[in-house]
């Protein structure tokens, strides 16, 4: 079976700062980190190498040349290759432009039976690649899945999770996952041992000439959405403390603040 | 120009040791106030993420990394863990695992590596003496043969995690008079089980700082030990156990430069938080030449240790001298506590009187970091050796 | 016509008629015939194991750009009722297609959805296109995205709107990549600039906003995130055109099969992403009993109760209560936090709230840097003692 991982190097935006003064983002010291959504996908993806024989787990990711590390760590995870898709002409890429670009090089990879990705990059926050990824690859794609388990037959059982609850669904390769994982996920980290294997893996590196495809729709050109302006959000004002040492006077005054309040008077 | 780049595989160590540390060691070190031994969960935690083997052959269960990759390992244990009892535990046993690797014999290796590395027991190490300390040829123990095996008499004091082995298992590595009348050169370096070992009586004190591993000694009255526990060859036991001291060495001034850096990353919040006199204190001149200070000393103290380090690896690849080894390590060696107890002492200064309180985190870590101007050697020590490889032999001091 | 049988390839295996949902394909002579109603929707490209059909879709002048009209949106319903949201998306429709002189459209999809059109038309859609199937009674990716598809490609609107809900955002990015359109992702904001539809969203876990446009493909499609965007009052009086569409599906063709559905949040409650007062509970709670007191106070002032991650870790509250980075994304009118510490990941999830209070013991806790109104408090003193003095202001009501 063979399993194509898609991930993202993303900078860690619960570490990214807004300048008061300025109000643009501060990128510098931010690190880059492997897209938590993706790590979840990549650790599924290797478990199904315990479910089954005979799996390999390619991982992808358009990105520029430090992605690589973000490779580097999937296959300390368990993966057994990796290809960084890189080139300048994918600057700029929307999520259509993203997932041609990736659909192309899942196609150039041969065949495959299930794509696993993360519901979302936690700075893009769309979950559009994924979807719009199994479109251009003409396969059935599923969203919000928190487990993936499979039989010899290769017939996945899926929990998929919804918003008031979840589901339980069942299908075959071919097939697009997109993964979340559930608030027990703790994030593994490789050991020396891992890492030490993961430098003897097999790493290409592939530019847009080795893709082929249509140049037009790469990057900027290929994008069908522009962003015009970004700004920061208007910030909340300080917060007004309401002394506490007469708990009886605290809940009245805190009382009158909420019934003067337009949820409370059209609830 | 110097490529100071680490490799690949050595970045992404780093980044997963630091993932490691944030959410298995960082959360431990609330349970260390004043357990004076270490909790059993820490040494698991440290050996299921393969650290307690790192530099040991794969043979017997290690990596076989280069010690670069374990300085690593301390320098970000001991961020995490400032009061340093942890990066102790990780150091000694590198080091001391190493000169096992290096000098035991197979069935010494195969019995007791593995197991350490497993974190099944404990690798010490144990030359310090109540009355001798700098000067080993002067040490009262005493190791003479019998048959195929070696009874020891004396006693070893102020030794690290000796409660450690004698309730998880394990054993240190011991140096020993075999031939007085040769002075140094008629010692012996072996190992020495101390669990269960018959005629070893264990005592204990408490030290100012690294509360969490224990610090103690131990009576040795007619121990036997096999004679497959020697380390190397009878009497060259002196020029062996350097080796180890030299490893250690490196892997302290890294726990240095962790320990310190993060006390002034406390600090930096602390004085960017903090008003006197109408503005934060951040702004004062004299709190930030001490910062600036402090933060080269620092840095320049990483440059030297991992500089120091890589000699080491050199030295095992047979690219460098032992010589230049010992100047590389004693250099580091002889600032790193210094220093790091100077920018410590001033990230408590900056906070007046809580910094002298128990509730200031700081104060751990400048307890921890003061016990590396003695231990596994003491800062003058190394200020003589730099002197005499700068003078030559015929300058040694005290001769 | 835009697509085309390759008919050396075609087996007439027929796997393309059972795809289609418009009954468009008809075997003929051994092999596919695409019949004069196929909407483009593209089913049975994805269905042909031997690459067979090719669907060419050229690029649009600005003459084929200004042909597409009327502000549609997607209705999603919540078993017998219209999910709030989709009241919402129609309030926001109504208020652009004003702006550019053009239609509201409405799609609804289901098992038996005529009726919902009475319902929604009072918020301003002119006109409903409908489809109804015993086997569209569930979400299916693949049976919805290609009626909306089809929908789309026959009738030409100028903009669709989606809900950034589960299902919307399972959906719409479908949609868009089989179109080859612009999508843009959870918008908190929509407005008209020189004639195109100005999309305003939160990136980078809502540190920064950005303003999109999809100037060179129609339609222009978006997300809308669910609670921000106004409800209009409502008016039964006005008139509506209901177009039913015929379509067939085949439940057998599926290739993802519903086999259970859980709920683990209370009937009877509404959702949170609908509710306009969330009272939400961390780990200041300390055990799953402790709850009952926010309930206690949701229930006073019509709220609903939410968790915070460390609390539904604890096992004190299921997965559906849980707002923030890994949980729900919430935009309530007023939000309580009470005993929740309010670390980054949490934030990302309520700080678009309109108004927050927040009560904890420790002055220093990060969900004050966002509050509007704080207690430094013990919450399980001042959250009764708010109850008792709300209950009896609201009795005198």
């Known amino acids: 079976m063979k399993i194509i991982a898609c991930i993202k190097q993303v900078p860690d935006t619960t570490e990214v700062k807004v300048d008061p003064k300025t109000h643009t983002l501060i990128r510098d010291g931010v690190p880059s980190i492997l897209n938590p959504y993706d790590h979840f996908a990549v650790e599924e993806s290797v478990r199904i190498k315990d479910q089954i024989a005979e799996v390999s787990v390619t991982v992808i990711t358009m990105g520029p040349e430090q992605a690589r590390s973000a490779l580097m760590r999937c296959l300390a995870l368990g993966a057994d290759d990796a290809v960084l898709i890189s080139d300048k002409k994918f600057a700029g890429s929307d999520t259509w432009a993203t997932a041609y670009t990736l659909s192309l090089a899942i196609k150039k990879i041969g065949k495959f039976d299930i794509v696993f990705c993360g519901q979302q990059a936690i700075d893009g926050d769309t979950a559009q690649v994924g979807p719009e990824l199994a479109q251009q690859l003409g396969i059935p794609q599923i969203t919000y899945v928190e487990k993936v388990e499979i039989d010899e037959k290769l017939k996945l059982t899926i929990h998929k999770q919804t918003e008031e609850g979840y589901q339980i669904l069942e299908t075959k390769p071919p097939v697009l ?66 002394e506490k040492d007469d708990i009886k006077q605290a809940a009245k005054k805190l009382s009158e603040i909420l019934l003067k309040h337009e949820a409370l008077i059209k609830r | 120009m110097v490529d100071y780049r680490f490799s690949e595989e050595q970045e992404l160590f780093r980044e997963s040791m630091k993932e490691f540390c944030k959410s298995e060691i960082v959360p431990k070190t609330e349970k260390l106030a004043n357990v004076r031994r270490m909790p059993e969960e820490i040494i698991k935690a440290l050996a299921k993420f393969e650290l307690l083997g790192m530099v040991i052959d794969p043979e017997y269960g290690g990596l076989g990394t280069d010690v670069v990759t374990a300085g690593i390992a301390a320098e970000e244990l001991a961020r995490a863990d400032p009061s340093c009892a942890i990066p102790v535990l990780f150091l000694v046993g590198t080091s001391w695992g190493h000169t096992i690797d290096k000098y035991g014999t197979e069935e010494a290796k195969k019995e007791i590596l593995p197991k350490a590395i497993k974190g099944e027991q404990i690798i010490g190490i144990a030359t310090t003496e109540s009355d001798i300390g700098s000067d080993l040829g002067s040490m009262k123990t005493k190791i003479s043969k019998k ?173 460098a001298s032992r010589f230049e080894v010992s100047m590389a390590i004693a250099m580091a060696k002889s600032v790193a506590s210094i220093w790091a107890c100077e920018a410590i002492n001033d990230v408590m200064q900056w906070q007046g009187a809580f910094g002298y309180t128990k509730e200031c985190e700081d104060q751990k870590a400048w307890r921890g970091v003061r016990s590396f101007t003695l231990a596994e050697g003491s800062t003058e020590i190394m200020k003589l050796i730099i002197a005499r490889e700068l003078l030559g032999k015929e300058f040694l001091a005290y001769r | 016509m835009g697509i085309e049988i390759i008919l050396d390839k075609c087996t007439g295996c027929a796997l393309c008629v059972k795809a289609c949902p418009f009954n468009a394909i008809k075997i003929k002579n051994k092999k596919a015939d695409i019949e004069a109603n196929c909407t483009l929707c593209g089913s049975c490209v994805e269905s042909c194991k031997l690459n067979a059909i090719i669907i060419e879709r050229p690029k649009l002048s600005n003459k084929d750009l200004s042909e597409y009209k009327d502000v549609w949106i997607f209705v999603e319903l919540r078993g017998k009722e219209i999910k709030k949201v989709s009241l919402e998306l129609a309030s926001k429709a109504r208020e652009i297609a004003d702006i550019l002189g053009q239609r509201v459209g409405a799609v609804i999809l ?95 876990g809502g540190n920064i906003m950005a303003d999109i446009i999809s100037p060179n493909s129609r339609p222009q499609m978006a997300t809308i995130r669910p609670n921000v965007m106004k409800i209009n009052n409502p008016d039964f009086s006005l008139k509506t055109e209901i177009i039913s569409i015929p379509v067939d599906i085949d439940e057998k063709a599926r290739k993802i099969i519903l086999k259970k559905t859980i709920k683990t949040t209370k009937t009877g409650t509404k959702s949170l992403d609908e509710a306009d007062i969330i009272i939400s509970g961390g780990r200041g709670m300390g055990s799953p009993e402790n709850f009952k007191i926010l309930e206690d106070l949701a229930k006073t002032i019509n709220g609903v109760v939410g968790a915070s991650r460390a609390a539904v870790d604890a096992g004190w509250r299921p997965r559906s209560d849980q707002v923030g980075q890994s949980g729900k994304t919430v935009s309530p009118k007023l939000y309580i936090a009470c005993g929740i510490s309010g670390k980054i990941q949490h934030q990302v999830g309520m700080k678009g709230s309109g108004t927050i209070i927040a009560i904890n013991t420790d002055p220093e806790a990060p969900i004050f840097d966002i509050a509007d109104c704080g207690i430094v408090g013990d919450l399980f003193e001042i959250i009764p003692a708010l109850n008792d003095e709300l209950k009896k202001n609201l009795k005198k009501e």
């Open chain 2, 147 to 319: 048959g195929n095996k070696y009874v020891i008499n004396g006693e070893k004091m102020y030794i690290s995690g000796v409660a450690e082995a004698m309730e998880y298992g394990g054993g240190h590595v011991t140096l020993a008079k075999m031939t007085p009348e040769k002075g140094t050169r008629g010692m012996c370096l072996f190992y020495l089980p101390l669990k269960g070992t018959k005629g070893i009586t264990p005592t204990y004190v408490e030290d100012i700082g690294r509360e969490a591993i224990s610090c103690g000694g131990f009576d040795i009255k007619n121990v036997e030990i096999s004679n497959h526990y020697l380390l190397g060859e009878e009497n060259k036991g002196f020029y062996y156990v350097h080796e180890g001291y030299e490893l250690a060495r490196g892997l302290i001034a890294l726990v240095c430069v962790g320990a310190a850096s993060k006390a002034l990353e406390n600090g930096i919040a602390y004085i960017k938080e903090r008003k006197a006199f109408g503005r934060h204190i951040g702004k004062y001149e004299g709190i930030q030449f001490k910062l600036a200070e402090n933060y080269v000393r620092i840095q320049a103290l990483r440059e030297l240790a991992y500089k120091a380090l890589w000699t080491y690896d050199q030295e095992i690849q047979g690219k």
């Open chain 1, 177 to 242: 996952l997109a993964l979340l994982p559930p608030t027990s996920f703790q994030p593994e980290h490789p050991p020396m041992s891992s890492i030490l294997k993961a430098k003897k893996k097999p790493f290409k590196v592939w530019d847009a000439k080795t893709l082929g495809g249509d140049e037009s729709k790469f990057g900027l050109d290929g994008s069908y959405t522009q962003v015009i302006k970004t700004y920061t959000p208007p910030t909340r004002g300080e917060c007004e403390f309401i």
């Open chain 3, 110 to 204: 289901g098992e038996k959805v005529r009726h919902f059109c009475n319902q929604i038309k009072a918020y301003g859609v002119d006109i409903n296109y409908i489809a109804e199937n015993d086997n569209l009674i569930n979400y299916n990716t693949s049976n919805y995205a290609a009626i909306l598809t089809g929908l789309v490609n026959k009738y030409k609107p100028n903009i669709v709107l989606f809900p950034a809900t589960h299902i919307g955002r399972d959906l719409a990015p479908r949609v868009a990549a089989t179109l080859k359109v612009g999508l843009t992702a959870d918008c908190t904001g929509m407005s008209i600039k020189d004639g195109l539809l100005l999309q305003s969203r939160p990136a980078f």
